[in-house]
Protein backbone atom coordinates (compact mmCIF):
# COMPACT_ATOMS: atom_id res chain seq x y z
CA UNK A 1 0.00 0.00 0.00
CA UNK A 2 2.86 2.21 0.49
CA UNK A 3 4.10 2.05 -3.25
CA UNK A 4 0.07 3.23 -4.35
CA UNK A 5 0.27 6.15 -1.85
CA UNK A 6 3.09 7.25 -2.70
CA UNK A 7 2.12 7.17 -6.80
CA UNK A 8 -0.67 9.10 -5.53
CA UNK A 9 1.54 11.99 -3.39
CA UNK A 10 4.43 11.86 -5.30
CA UNK A 11 4.23 10.31 -8.83
CA UNK A 12 7.63 11.71 -9.84
CA UNK A 13 9.27 9.93 -6.35
CA UNK A 14 7.05 6.86 -7.17
CA UNK A 15 8.38 6.50 -10.86
CA UNK A 16 11.96 7.36 -9.49
CA UNK A 17 12.09 4.72 -6.81
CA UNK A 18 10.06 1.85 -8.62
CA UNK A 19 12.62 -0.04 -9.77
CA UNK A 20 14.80 -0.25 -6.61
CA UNK A 21 11.04 -1.36 -4.79
CA UNK A 22 10.67 -4.07 -7.44
CA UNK A 23 14.24 -5.54 -7.44
CA UNK A 24 14.65 -5.42 -3.75
CA UNK A 25 10.93 -7.04 -3.28
CA UNK A 26 11.96 -9.78 -5.60
CA UNK A 27 15.58 -10.07 -3.98
CA UNK A 28 13.47 -10.88 -1.15
CA UNK A 29 11.41 -13.09 -2.41
CA UNK A 30 13.84 -15.35 -4.08
CA UNK A 31 16.30 -15.33 -0.91
CA UNK A 32 13.34 -16.51 1.25
CA UNK A 33 11.31 -18.72 -0.87
CA UNK A 34 7.90 -17.01 -0.79
CA UNK A 35 7.16 -17.45 -4.33
CA UNK A 36 4.11 -19.81 -3.14
CA UNK A 37 2.59 -17.04 -0.72
CA UNK A 38 3.49 -14.40 -3.66
CA UNK A 39 1.44 -15.75 -6.01
CA UNK A 40 -1.52 -17.05 -3.55
CA UNK A 41 -1.80 -13.38 -2.73
CA UNK A 42 -1.50 -12.82 -6.42
CA UNK A 43 -4.58 -15.36 -6.88
CA UNK A 44 -6.47 -13.50 -4.27
CA UNK A 45 -6.27 -10.14 -6.15
CA UNK A 46 -7.28 -11.41 -9.18
CA UNK A 47 -10.57 -12.85 -7.09
CA UNK A 48 -11.57 -9.84 -6.21
CA UNK A 49 -10.71 -8.41 -8.95
CA UNK A 50 -13.23 -9.98 -11.23
CA UNK A 51 -15.81 -9.85 -8.65
CA UNK A 52 -15.65 -6.09 -8.24
CA UNK A 53 -15.94 -5.52 -11.96
CA UNK A 54 -16.16 -1.57 -11.96
CA UNK A 55 -16.44 1.31 -9.86
CA UNK A 56 -13.39 2.55 -7.49
CA UNK A 57 -12.49 -0.37 -5.89
CA UNK A 58 -12.11 -1.77 -9.30
CA UNK A 59 -9.68 0.67 -9.93
CA UNK A 60 -7.54 -0.31 -6.94
CA UNK A 61 -7.35 -4.12 -7.33
CA UNK A 62 -6.38 -3.27 -11.33
CA UNK A 63 -3.53 -1.18 -9.87
CA UNK A 64 -2.44 -3.49 -7.72
CA UNK A 65 -2.66 -6.41 -10.43
CA UNK A 66 -0.49 -3.97 -12.42
CA UNK A 67 2.12 -3.58 -9.73
CA UNK A 68 2.21 -7.24 -9.34
CA UNK A 69 2.38 -7.69 -12.85
CA UNK A 70 6.04 -5.89 -13.34
CA UNK A 71 7.27 -7.75 -9.94
CA UNK A 72 6.87 -10.82 -11.79
CA UNK A 73 8.52 -9.66 -14.63
CA UNK A 74 11.19 -9.45 -12.13
CA UNK A 75 11.81 -13.00 -11.85
CA UNK A 76 12.83 -13.35 -15.33
CA UNK A 77 15.16 -10.24 -15.03
CA UNK A 78 17.71 -12.86 -16.49
CA UNK A 79 16.10 -14.40 -18.30
CA UNK A 80 15.04 -11.94 -21.15
CA UNK A 81 12.74 -14.02 -23.54
CA UNK A 82 10.92 -16.08 -20.85
CA UNK A 83 7.97 -15.72 -18.76
CA UNK A 84 6.57 -17.14 -15.28
CA UNK A 85 4.47 -20.02 -16.03
CA UNK A 86 4.19 -21.73 -12.98
CA UNK A 87 5.08 -22.62 -9.27
CA UNK A 88 6.47 -25.63 -8.85
CA UNK A 89 5.18 -28.49 -6.14
CA UNK A 90 8.05 -27.62 -3.89
CA UNK A 91 7.19 -24.00 -4.40
CA UNK A 92 9.97 -23.10 -7.09
CA UNK A 93 9.01 -20.83 -10.02
CA UNK A 94 8.87 -22.69 -13.38
CA UNK A 95 10.08 -20.25 -16.83
CA UNK A 96 8.52 -20.97 -20.36
CA UNK A 97 9.74 -19.10 -23.73
CA UNK A 98 7.55 -15.59 -24.00
CA UNK A 99 5.30 -16.38 -27.20
CA UNK A 100 6.21 -12.57 -28.38
CA UNK A 101 9.57 -11.97 -27.08
CA UNK A 102 10.56 -8.51 -27.24
CA UNK A 103 7.19 -7.01 -28.24
CA UNK A 104 7.73 -4.26 -25.97
CA UNK A 105 11.01 -3.17 -27.09
CA UNK A 106 10.12 -1.78 -30.53
CA UNK A 107 7.84 0.59 -28.56
CA UNK A 108 10.31 1.81 -26.51
CA UNK A 109 12.51 2.59 -29.29
CA UNK A 110 9.56 4.33 -31.00
CA UNK A 111 9.58 6.33 -28.06
CA UNK A 112 12.58 7.58 -28.00
CA UNK A 113 12.37 8.44 -31.76
CA UNK A 114 9.85 10.70 -30.62
CA UNK A 115 10.96 14.36 -30.32
CA UNK A 116 9.94 16.85 -27.31
CA UNK A 117 6.22 17.77 -27.27
CA UNK A 118 5.45 15.83 -30.40
CA UNK A 119 2.68 13.06 -31.02
CA UNK A 120 3.04 9.43 -32.21
CA UNK A 121 1.53 10.38 -35.30
CA UNK A 122 4.54 12.40 -36.15
CA UNK A 123 6.08 8.77 -36.73
CA UNK A 124 6.67 7.65 -40.10
CA UNK A 125 5.64 4.03 -41.27
CA UNK A 126 9.54 3.58 -41.91
CA UNK A 127 10.41 4.22 -38.07
CA UNK A 128 7.68 1.99 -37.43
CA UNK A 129 8.87 -0.43 -39.63
CA UNK A 130 12.28 -0.70 -38.78
CA UNK A 131 11.85 -0.37 -35.25
CA UNK A 132 9.87 -3.73 -35.41
CA UNK A 133 11.80 -5.41 -37.70
CA UNK A 134 14.62 -5.61 -35.55
CA UNK A 135 12.75 -8.11 -33.04
CA UNK A 136 11.24 -9.83 -36.27
CA UNK A 137 7.74 -8.48 -35.98
CA UNK A 138 6.37 -7.05 -39.62
CA UNK A 139 4.00 -4.09 -38.17
CA UNK A 140 3.90 -0.86 -40.52
CA UNK A 141 1.60 1.32 -38.84
CA UNK A 142 0.57 3.08 -35.75
CA UNK A 143 -2.86 0.99 -36.44
CA UNK A 144 -1.51 -2.57 -36.43
CA UNK A 145 1.16 -1.57 -33.56
CA UNK A 146 -2.31 -0.84 -31.43
CA UNK A 147 -4.06 -4.43 -32.69
CA UNK A 148 -0.77 -5.75 -31.93
CA UNK A 149 -0.19 -4.70 -28.34
CA UNK A 150 -3.77 -5.48 -27.77
CA UNK A 151 -2.81 -9.04 -29.05
CA UNK A 152 0.36 -9.42 -26.27
CA UNK A 153 -1.67 -7.76 -23.76
CA UNK A 154 -4.55 -10.14 -23.72
CA UNK A 155 -2.25 -12.76 -23.90
CA UNK A 156 0.50 -12.17 -21.49
CA UNK A 157 -2.48 -11.35 -18.90
CA UNK A 158 -3.89 -14.44 -19.53
CA UNK A 159 -0.26 -15.88 -18.72
CA UNK A 160 0.24 -14.03 -15.51
CA UNK A 161 -3.74 -15.13 -14.31
CA UNK A 162 -2.79 -18.20 -14.45
CA UNK A 163 0.49 -19.12 -13.08
CA UNK A 164 -1.35 -19.02 -9.40
CA UNK A 165 -3.21 -22.14 -10.69
CA UNK A 166 -0.48 -24.12 -12.75
CA UNK A 167 2.04 -26.88 -11.41
CA UNK A 168 3.63 -29.37 -13.03
CA UNK A 169 0.56 -31.80 -12.90
CA UNK A 170 -1.35 -29.28 -14.71
CA UNK A 171 1.13 -28.07 -16.61
CA UNK A 172 -0.41 -28.92 -20.08
CA UNK A 173 -2.43 -25.42 -19.21
CA UNK A 174 0.20 -23.63 -19.89
CA UNK A 175 -0.39 -21.67 -23.15
CA UNK A 176 1.79 -21.94 -26.29
CA UNK A 177 -0.24 -20.44 -28.71
CA UNK A 178 -2.30 -16.96 -28.76
CA UNK A 179 -5.12 -16.61 -30.22
CA UNK A 180 -4.01 -13.79 -32.10
CA UNK A 181 -6.60 -11.48 -33.52
CA UNK A 182 -9.25 -14.09 -34.34
CA UNK A 183 -12.38 -14.28 -32.14
CA UNK A 184 -13.07 -17.19 -30.27
CA UNK A 185 -16.51 -18.39 -31.37
CA UNK A 186 -18.64 -20.44 -28.83
CA UNK A 187 -21.59 -23.23 -29.72
CA UNK A 188 -24.84 -22.47 -28.65
CA UNK A 189 -26.17 -22.06 -25.10
CA UNK A 190 -28.82 -25.00 -23.85
CA UNK A 191 -29.25 -23.75 -20.45
CA UNK A 192 -28.87 -20.45 -18.94
CA UNK A 193 -25.49 -20.02 -17.18
CA UNK A 194 -27.24 -19.35 -13.28
CA UNK A 195 -28.41 -22.88 -13.55
CA UNK A 196 -25.03 -24.72 -14.71
CA UNK A 197 -23.68 -22.49 -11.24
CA UNK A 198 -26.32 -23.48 -9.12
CA UNK A 199 -25.72 -27.09 -10.15
CA UNK A 200 -22.29 -26.80 -9.44
CA UNK A 201 -22.98 -26.27 -6.61
CA UNK A 202 -23.69 -30.31 -5.44
CA UNK A 203 -21.54 -31.88 -7.87
CA UNK A 204 -21.61 -35.51 -7.10
CA UNK A 205 -18.20 -36.51 -8.98
CA UNK A 206 -14.41 -35.34 -8.74
CA UNK A 207 -12.23 -35.45 -12.25
CA UNK A 208 -9.42 -37.87 -12.20
CA UNK A 209 -5.98 -35.88 -11.27
CA UNK A 210 -4.65 -36.48 -14.72
CA UNK A 211 -7.31 -34.29 -15.31
CA UNK A 212 -9.91 -34.55 -18.79
CA UNK A 213 -9.82 -34.01 -22.21
CA UNK A 214 -12.63 -32.99 -24.40
CA UNK A 215 -12.35 -33.34 -28.47
CA UNK A 216 -15.16 -31.53 -30.11
CA UNK A 217 -17.22 -31.69 -32.95
CA UNK A 218 -19.47 -28.89 -34.28
CA UNK A 219 -18.45 -27.01 -31.60
CA UNK A 220 -18.08 -23.64 -33.68
CA UNK A 221 -14.42 -22.12 -33.40
CA UNK A 222 -13.33 -24.94 -30.23
CA UNK A 223 -11.72 -28.30 -31.28
CA UNK A 224 -10.46 -29.47 -27.43
CA UNK A 225 -10.90 -28.75 -23.91
CA UNK A 226 -8.41 -29.70 -21.33
CA UNK A 227 -9.96 -29.58 -17.71
CA UNK A 228 -8.42 -29.89 -14.59
CA UNK A 229 -9.62 -29.86 -10.54
CA UNK A 230 -7.47 -28.31 -8.05
CA UNK A 231 -8.10 -26.66 -4.25
CA UNK A 232 -7.46 -23.43 -3.19
CA UNK A 233 -8.44 -21.45 0.08
CA UNK A 234 -11.06 -24.78 0.74
CA UNK A 235 -12.96 -24.34 -2.63
CA UNK A 236 -12.37 -26.32 -5.62
CA UNK A 237 -11.15 -24.58 -8.73
CA UNK A 238 -12.11 -25.70 -12.06
CA UNK A 239 -9.00 -25.36 -14.75
CA UNK A 240 -9.41 -25.28 -18.04
CA UNK A 241 -7.65 -24.55 -21.50
CA UNK A 242 -9.61 -23.81 -24.92
CA UNK A 243 -7.99 -24.88 -28.28
CA UNK A 244 -9.18 -23.25 -31.09
CA UNK A 245 -9.74 -25.07 -34.62
CA UNK A 246 -6.18 -22.88 -35.99
CA UNK A 247 -4.05 -23.63 -33.09
CA UNK A 248 -5.19 -20.70 -31.07
CA UNK A 249 -4.95 -21.28 -27.32
CA UNK A 250 -6.91 -19.45 -23.81
CA UNK A 251 -7.03 -20.61 -20.51
CA UNK A 252 -8.92 -19.72 -16.95
CA UNK A 253 -10.72 -20.86 -13.93
CA UNK A 254 -13.94 -21.13 -12.60
CA UNK A 255 -14.27 -21.08 -8.53
CA UNK A 256 -17.34 -23.46 -7.33
CA UNK A 257 -18.21 -22.01 -4.65
CA UNK A 258 -17.72 -18.32 -5.23
CA UNK A 259 -18.89 -18.42 -8.56
CA UNK A 260 -16.28 -16.62 -10.19
CA UNK A 261 -15.50 -16.93 -13.93
CA UNK A 262 -12.37 -15.66 -15.58
CA UNK A 263 -11.28 -16.95 -19.20
CA UNK A 264 -8.03 -14.53 -20.94
CA UNK A 265 -10.19 -14.23 -24.81
CA UNK A 266 -12.74 -12.51 -26.41
CA UNK A 267 -15.79 -14.70 -27.35
CA UNK A 268 -18.32 -14.16 -29.94
CA UNK A 269 -22.24 -14.84 -29.20
CA UNK A 270 -25.45 -14.26 -29.77
CA UNK A 271 -26.59 -10.69 -28.91
CA UNK A 272 -28.37 -9.94 -25.29
CA UNK A 273 -26.11 -13.15 -23.90
CA UNK A 274 -23.57 -13.09 -21.17
CA UNK A 275 -20.16 -14.81 -21.55
CA UNK A 276 -21.13 -18.05 -24.15
CA UNK A 277 -17.36 -19.08 -23.15
CA UNK A 278 -18.37 -19.42 -19.23
CA UNK A 279 -21.61 -21.11 -20.29
CA UNK A 280 -20.13 -23.88 -22.61
CA UNK A 281 -17.44 -24.57 -20.19
CA UNK A 282 -19.72 -24.86 -17.01
CA UNK A 283 -22.30 -26.89 -19.12
CA UNK A 284 -19.33 -29.40 -19.35
CA UNK A 285 -18.09 -29.42 -16.23
CA UNK A 286 -21.60 -30.29 -15.07
CA UNK A 287 -22.19 -32.96 -17.51
CA UNK A 288 -18.52 -34.30 -16.09
CA UNK A 289 -19.19 -33.62 -12.79
CA UNK A 290 -22.89 -34.06 -12.21
CA UNK A 291 -25.48 -36.49 -12.19
CA UNK A 292 -28.39 -34.32 -14.51
CA UNK A 293 -31.38 -34.94 -16.50
CA UNK A 294 -31.62 -33.81 -20.46
CA UNK A 295 -34.89 -32.17 -19.50
CA UNK A 296 -35.06 -29.95 -22.59
CA UNK A 297 -33.78 -29.13 -26.05
CA UNK A 298 -32.93 -33.09 -26.07
CA UNK A 299 -31.26 -32.51 -29.76
CA UNK A 300 -29.21 -29.70 -28.30
CA UNK A 301 -27.67 -31.17 -25.17
CA UNK A 302 -23.54 -32.38 -25.89
CA UNK A 303 -23.74 -35.73 -27.24
CA UNK A 304 -21.07 -37.79 -25.86
CA UNK A 305 -19.46 -40.45 -28.08
CA UNK A 306 -16.03 -42.43 -28.93
CA UNK A 307 -13.35 -40.30 -30.33
CA UNK A 308 -12.87 -43.60 -33.67
CA UNK A 309 -16.53 -42.81 -33.79
CA UNK A 310 -16.48 -38.86 -34.19
CA UNK A 311 -16.39 -38.59 -37.99
CA UNK A 312 -19.16 -40.94 -38.43
CA UNK A 313 -21.45 -40.26 -35.48
CA UNK A 314 -24.89 -38.88 -35.99
CA UNK A 315 -25.75 -35.07 -34.37
CA UNK A 316 -28.18 -33.08 -35.03
CA UNK A 317 -27.53 -29.17 -36.31
CA UNK A 318 -26.41 -27.08 -33.31
CA UNK A 319 -25.83 -30.13 -30.94
CA UNK A 320 -21.58 -30.60 -29.88
CA UNK A 321 -20.20 -33.96 -30.41
CA UNK A 322 -17.71 -34.84 -27.88
CA UNK A 323 -15.08 -37.73 -26.35
CA UNK A 324 -13.87 -36.68 -22.93
CA UNK A 325 -10.75 -38.81 -22.34
CA UNK A 326 -8.08 -38.98 -19.53
CA UNK A 327 -4.59 -40.54 -18.76
CA UNK A 328 -4.50 -43.46 -16.85
CA UNK A 329 -1.83 -43.46 -14.55
CA UNK A 330 -2.23 -46.54 -12.53
CA UNK A 331 0.23 -48.91 -12.58
CA UNK A 332 -2.04 -51.56 -14.41
CA UNK A 333 -1.90 -52.98 -17.87
CA UNK A 334 -3.60 -49.54 -18.83
CA UNK A 335 -1.44 -47.30 -17.12
CA UNK A 336 -0.24 -44.32 -18.56
CA UNK A 337 -2.54 -44.79 -21.34
CA UNK A 338 -5.52 -42.42 -22.52
CA UNK A 339 -8.66 -43.66 -21.59
CA UNK A 340 -12.52 -42.38 -22.40
CA UNK A 341 -13.80 -40.71 -19.50
CA UNK A 342 -17.00 -41.79 -17.95
CA UNK A 343 -17.87 -40.56 -14.80
CA UNK A 344 -19.47 -42.81 -13.26
CA UNK A 345 -16.94 -45.83 -14.43
CA UNK A 346 -13.91 -43.29 -13.02
CA UNK A 347 -12.39 -43.66 -9.47
CA UNK A 348 -9.52 -42.60 -7.79
CA UNK A 349 -7.49 -44.86 -5.39
CA UNK A 350 -4.23 -42.93 -3.88
CA UNK A 351 -4.07 -39.65 -2.84
CA UNK A 352 -3.97 -36.27 -4.42
CA UNK A 353 -3.69 -33.28 -2.77
CA UNK A 354 -7.03 -32.27 -4.16
CA UNK A 355 -8.70 -34.60 -2.45
CA UNK A 356 -10.81 -37.54 -4.36
CA UNK A 357 -13.91 -39.36 -3.68
CA UNK A 358 -13.77 -42.99 -2.57
CA UNK A 359 -15.32 -46.44 -2.73
CA UNK A 360 -16.25 -48.06 0.81
CA UNK A 361 -16.50 -51.44 1.36
CA UNK A 362 -20.32 -52.45 1.68
CA UNK A 363 -22.08 -51.67 4.73
CA UNK A 364 -19.87 -48.82 5.52
CA UNK A 365 -20.87 -45.22 5.58
CA UNK A 366 -18.93 -42.00 5.43
CA UNK A 367 -17.94 -40.37 8.27
CA UNK A 368 -19.96 -37.70 9.70
CA UNK A 369 -16.65 -35.28 8.97
CA UNK A 370 -15.94 -36.37 5.63
CA UNK A 371 -19.59 -35.49 4.76
CA UNK A 372 -19.25 -32.10 6.11
CA UNK A 373 -15.49 -31.65 4.36
CA UNK A 374 -17.06 -32.61 1.01
CA UNK A 375 -20.23 -30.45 1.65
CA UNK A 376 -17.47 -27.38 2.47
CA UNK A 377 -16.17 -28.03 -1.32
CA UNK A 378 -19.37 -28.38 -2.83
CA UNK A 379 -19.77 -31.97 -3.30
CA UNK A 380 -22.44 -34.34 -2.40
CA UNK A 381 -21.46 -37.50 -1.70
CA UNK A 382 -22.58 -40.47 -3.65
CA UNK A 383 -24.02 -43.74 -0.72
CA UNK A 384 -21.37 -45.57 -0.16
CA UNK A 385 -18.67 -42.96 -0.92
CA UNK A 386 -16.79 -41.35 1.27
CA UNK A 387 -13.97 -38.18 0.69
CA UNK A 388 -10.56 -38.25 1.76
CA UNK A 389 -8.36 -35.77 2.40
CA UNK A 390 -5.10 -35.82 0.33
CA UNK A 391 -1.68 -34.55 -1.05
CA UNK A 392 -0.34 -33.89 -4.59
CA UNK A 393 1.59 -37.33 -5.19
CA UNK A 394 1.38 -39.99 -7.17
CA UNK A 395 -2.17 -41.20 -7.50
CA UNK A 396 -3.32 -44.72 -9.08
CA UNK A 397 -6.63 -44.22 -10.96
CA UNK A 398 -8.12 -46.72 -13.27
CA UNK A 399 -11.69 -47.08 -15.14
CA UNK A 400 -13.60 -50.34 -14.01
CA UNK A 401 -14.96 -51.32 -16.73
CA UNK A 402 -18.58 -52.21 -18.54
CA UNK A 403 -20.34 -54.75 -16.48
CA UNK A 404 -18.26 -54.50 -13.62
CA UNK A 405 -19.61 -53.24 -9.72
CA UNK A 406 -17.89 -49.99 -9.50
Known amino acids: MDQLEEAVLDPGSFVKCLDKFLLDTCVYIEKNNLYRDYFDFFMLLEKQFIINTCGLKNQVFSTYISLLMQQTSYFCRNRTDEQVTSVGSGGSLTFGKQVFPYSDAAAYRLENKLKPGKKPSAL ?20 QAAFFENIVRLHENNVYFMAPYTSSRTSSLIIKKALGGNMLACPRQWKKTKVYRERLLNRNYMLPRSGVTGIYKNAESIKKIIFFETVRFNEVVLLFKV ?9 GFYWTKSQVFFAGCSCAGAKGRSNPLENFILENYMVLSCDYEID ?25 LVCYSYRNTGNNKNGNKS ?10 E ?6 YIRRLPEGQHASVEAVQTARGLGLDLPEGRTFVRSHDYHVYVKAVKKGETP
Open 339 to 348: CRYVKEEYKE
Open 243 to 251: ITDWGGECS
Open 350 to 355: LSSRSG
Open 296 to 320: RKKNFAIKQTDLEQMDTEFYYLGQP
Open 124 to 143: SSRDISEAYRMYGYNINSLE
